[in-house]
Nanobody, 130 residues
């Protein structure tokens, strides 16, 4: 059984930092591109950042470029998202997802597609106060 578990969310003031973590089990982590998505109340879920299976290439949404950093540790089956200079508009539920074919789409069209991600966590809430 594949399990995807996020942690690290919380309440932070604007300008602050948080690091999200995601632990994956039940699959060969090294074969999967990984991504962070977020969904704010009343909005559609959006791709925030993704990283290739090897960790050598990453994608960032324009809204988080220069503030967020994605990384992974394939030896530990873990994914991270370092979030700096947080803004109130970053408030959302953040989801970790794994997709074997996801990176091919990112290379081809430049953005991640939710449908390419096979496994999802339950989410961790990030709230940024102004």
């Amino acid at each position: 059984e594949v399990q995807v578990v996020e942690s690290g969310g919380g309440l932070v003031q604007a300008g602050g930092s948080l690091t999200l973590s995601c632990t994956v089990s039940g699959l060969y982590f090294d074969d999967y591109a990984m991504g962070w998505f977020r969904q704010a109340p009343g909005k559609e879920r959006e791709g925030v950042s993704c990283i290739s299976a090897s960790g050598g290439t990453s994608y960032y949404a324009d809204s988080v470029k220069g503030r967020f950093t994605i990384s992974r540790d394939n030896a530990k089956n873990e994914l991270y998202l370092q979030m700096n200079s947080l803004k109130p508009e970053d408030t959302a539920m953040y989801y970790c997802a794994a997709g074997e074919r996801a990176w091919h789409t990112i290379v081809r069209i430049g953005v991640p597609l939710e449908t390419d991600f096979d496994y999802w966590g339950q989410g961790t809430q990030v709230t940024v106060s102004s």
